[in-house]
């Protein structure tokens, strides 16, 4: 059974940090690619930050760059998106995505449940 499970939102300040986990089961972590994706109310979801199988490469939105940092480890079967200097407009609903897409055109994708961030004074 595929479950990821995220962790670690919350209330924060402005300005203030927070560091989300996800734990992954059931499925070979180490060959995914491992993602965050957040929705704000009334808007689309969008990709926050990705980080390769092997974690090299990490991606990030322009709007957090400089701010959050992803990383991963695989022996954990875990990934972590370290978030620094937030602002209100991070507040949202932070999903965890694992991605694996075959040669074969096979494409498995996961989500987990989301974990609420709010920054707010």
């Known amino acids: 059974q595929v479950q990821l499970v995220e962790s670690g939102g919350g209330l924060v300040q402005p300005g203030g940090s927070l560091r989300l986990s996800c734990a992954a089961s059931?499925?070979?972590?180490?060959?995914?690619?491992m993602s965050w994706y957040r929705q704000a109310p009334g808007k689309e979801r969008e990709l926050v930050a990705a980080?390769?199988?092997?974690?090299?490469?990490?991606n990030y939105a322009d709007s957090v760059k400089g701010r959050f940092t992803i990383s991963r480890d695989n022996a954990k079967k875990t990934v972590y998106l370290q978030m620094n200097s937030l602002k209100p407009e991070d507040t949202a609903v932070y999903f965890c995505?694992?991605?694996?897409?075959?040669?074969?055109?096979?494409?498995?994708?996961?989500w987990g449940q989301g974990t609420q961030v709010t920054v707010s004074s």
């Open positions: 995505n694992a991605d694996l897409r075959l040669n074969s055109g096979t494409i498995y994708d996961y």
């Open positions: 980080i390769t199988s092997a974690g090299g490469s990490p």
């Open positions: 059931g499925f070979t972590f180490s060959m995914y690619t």
